[in-house]
């Protein structure tokens, strides 16, 4: 599959690039796509809610009432579950939610995602460019002249690139990530993938 490439001020460069068919022209399988984003999910989580058991409650352990012959139900301690202020019954503990994900699913996860935004002719191409400084100014204005400023954007660069990133950082939907950081969740959750021209032969070495 051919796509154009522009410049990042939005004009035409004459030539195009070609992407790799056993990356962004394979079988797509859903459940790969599913298990790599809920994996990214799960392993974003803290897992740090706690609630309060009953041994943790500050409270007296003495039985409030004799067991038989008060007309109402058994009870032992105010710490008990069942009174105002108890302990809670099986309430959230500390716990991690990630799981792992063979390297193999995850990396067809990533081409079946690539794959359906190819399809959809949702991957933009640019020449390699820089920012002399960070400007987050200059960065609105390339995503204006791409015709993309009002869509979510996951640009890939080939390496990191700290002008760029920071100039990005503050705009609303917009991500930048280098080729090495790719992964279902973010190209899934774009509107538009635009790929640094030098980036598209890394994304090749590392999933094909």
Same mark, same amino acid.
């Given at each position: 599959m051919d796509v154009a490439?522009?410049?990042?001020? #939005?004009e035409k460069t004459g030539r195009k690039v070609t992407l790799?068919? &056993?990356?962004? #022209?394979? &079988?797509?399988?859903?459940?790969?796509?599913?298990?790599?984003?809920?994996?990214h999910l799960a392993n974003k989580r803290q897992g740090t809610h706690k609630s309060k058991q009953r041994n943790e409650i500050t409270g007296s352990s003495k039985k409030i009432k004799k067991q038989k012959g008060t007309g109402g139900a058994r009870a032992g301690n105010i710490k008990n579950p069942q009174f105002k202020g108890g302990g809670r019954i099986f309430g959230p503990v500390p716990r991690d939610y990630s799981f792992k994900l063979n390297k193999k699913v995850k990396d067809l996860a990533r081409r079946s995602a690539l794959t359906y935004k190819a399809k959809d002719q949702l991957i933009a191409v640019i020449e390699d460019f820089n920012f002399e400084a960070p400007k987050t100014?200059?960065?609105?204005?390339?995503?204006?002249?791409? #015709?993309?400023?009002?869509?979510?954007?996951?640009?890939?660069?080939? &390496?990191?690139?700290?002008n760029i990133v920071t100039s990005g950082r503050n705009i609303q939907n917009t991500k930048v990530i280098t080729a090495s950081q790719l992964n279902t969740y973010d190209v899934i959750h774009a509107d538009k993938v635009?790929?640094?021209e030098s980036s598209v032969g890394k994304i090749d070495s590392l999933l094909k």
């Open positions: 490439v522009t410049k990042y001020s #939005g790799s068919p &056993e990356v962004f #022209g394979i &079988e797509p399988n859903d459940h790969a796509i599913w298990l790599d984003v809920k994996s100014k200059q960065y609105a204005a390339m995503l204006k002249n791409l #015709g993309v400023d009002s869509q979510k954007t996951l640009l890939v660069l080939p &390496e990191v690139n700290k635009i790929l640094v």
